[in-house]
């Protein structure tokens, strides 16, 4: 069975400051790979997804995620936040129709 | 406008009172799933559904039912609940394409749950 690890469960930045949010996953088999953030009070919504191809992956509102097959890991990237990208992130992976999610990162973006 | 839609949005309950959360989906979607969030514990699978009549159990299914008599609904069924399930439940459903088994989910808006 898969599973998920997200290392940092709080983080804090200012306004500008750049994002990476590590995911690595445990699984024996070919993986999908995907983030979703959650806005607070809202529901899930996804960032961006990898199925195959070029593993460094574009997604909304200026996000991207790069897979390291080697490295198991799928960190999540953005090189300018925005007091607006105050939300709880998590990293999925799945295999055989099993989404297991990460324990969740919460970003708190100060203005 | 494709959604997922689940009812009631707010429930408190008490121990043992049976009860149903809907979801219903307008995307014709073949799979369908039930996820609970608990704070540090991330979203955890309770059943999932890969087609009308096929259900099969998560990660986390004791103490919940489901059914999936037709293709567009998925209700999640707590015949005696408890405090220990007072949590926020997500309802979910992607279809498949080709032979990639998966697409993305759909995520409805959350059931939040209190158990007294």
């Known amino acids: 069975a898969q599973s998920v690890s997200q290392h940092n469960h709080h983080v804090i930045l200012s306004e500008a400051a750049s994002l990476e949010l590590g995911c690595n996953y445990s699984y024996g088999g070919t993986v999908n790979l995907f983030w979703y953030v959650q806005y607070p009070g809202q529901h899930l919504q996804l960032l961006l997804k990898y199925f195959s191809g070029d593993p460094l992956v574009k997604g909304i509102k200026g996000f991207e995620a790069e897979f390291i097959k080697s490295k198991f890991s799928f960190n999540l990237r953005k090189p300018s936040v925005q007091w607006s990208d105050t939300a709880e992130y998590f990293c999925?992976?799945?295999?055989?129709?099993?989404?297991?999610f990460g324990t969740g990162t919460r970003l708190l973006v100060s203005p | 406008e494709a959604q997922v839609t689940q009812n009631p949005r707010y429930l408190i309950t008490v121990t043992g009172k049976k009860l149903t959360v809907t979801c219903s989906q307008n995307?014709?979607?073949?799979?369908m799933s039930w996820y609970r969030q608990d704070p540090g514990l991330g979203l955890r699978q309770i059943y999932y559904s890969m087609n009308v009549e096929v259900t099969d159990k998560g990660d986390v299914p004791e103490g919940y039912k489901v059914s999936r008599k037709e293709k567009r609904n998925f209700p999640l069924i707590l015949e005696s609940p408890s405090p220990n399930q007072t949590s926020l439940y997500f309802c979910a459903s992607s279809g498949t394409s080709g032979s990639s088994s998966y697409n993305e989910q759909f995520f409805g808006p959350g059931t939040r749950l209190t158990v007294l």
């Open positions: 999925a992976v799945e295999g055989f129709q099993k989404l297991v």
């Open positions: 995307m014709n979607h073949e799979y």
